[in-house]
Nanobody, 116 residues
Framework: QVQLVESGGGLVQAGGSLRLSCAYS????????ANWHRQAPGKQREWVAA???????AYAVSVKGRFTISRDNAKNTVFLQMNDLTPDDTGVYYC??????????WGQGTQVTVSS
C-alpha cells in the first residue's frame, strides 16, 4: 500500500539543525497541501507547519523563524528545515497530507531528539 514516509530525524545538540523529508512510498501521488505535526512524550500531537498548493506557508508560533517548510515538486517531496533546535523540539514528527487512495494521511513518524 502507498504511504507517506518521513526521514531525516535523529539526535542533535541544542542549537543544531535537522532537515526532515516526507515523500510517498511509490509514484503516482503528488502533494497538494502538506503539514508537519509533532508529538512530544506524554503530550498531545501538535501542528507545526503547513505548505499549501499555492506555495504559501504557515507556522506554529513556537517554531516560527526557526523552521521552514518547503516542497520540491520535481522530487515530489516536502521538507521541514529545523534550525536552532531546543530540547522542547524533541518528539516524533509526522507528515500529514490527505490524498485520494491513501489508506491514511499520516506518515509513520520520525524521531527528533534534541539534547541540552
Amino acid at each position: 500500500q502507498v504511504q507517506l514516509v518521513e526521514s531525516g530525524g535523529g539526535l542533535v545538540q541544542a542549537g543544531g539543525s535537522l532537515r526532515l523529508s516526507c515523500a510517498y512510498s511509490r509514484s503516482g501521488f503528488t502533494f497538494n497541501s502538506a503539514n508537519w505535526h509533532r508529538q512530544a512524550p506524554g503530550k498531545q500531537r501538535e501542528w507545526v507547519a503547513a505548505i499549501y498548493s499555492s506555495g504559501s506557508t504557515a507556522y506554529a508560533v513556537s517554531v516560527k523563524g526557526r523552521f521552514t517548510i518547503s516542497r520540491d515538486n520535481a522530487k515530489n517531496t516536502v521538507f521541514l528545515q529545523m534550525n536552532d533546535l531546543t530540547p522542547d523540539d524533541t518528539g516524533v514528527y509526522y507528515c500529514f497530507s490527505p490524498a485520494a487512495g491513501l489508506p491514511t494521511p499520516w506518515g509513520q513518524g520520525t524521531q527528533v531528539t534534541v539534547s541540552s
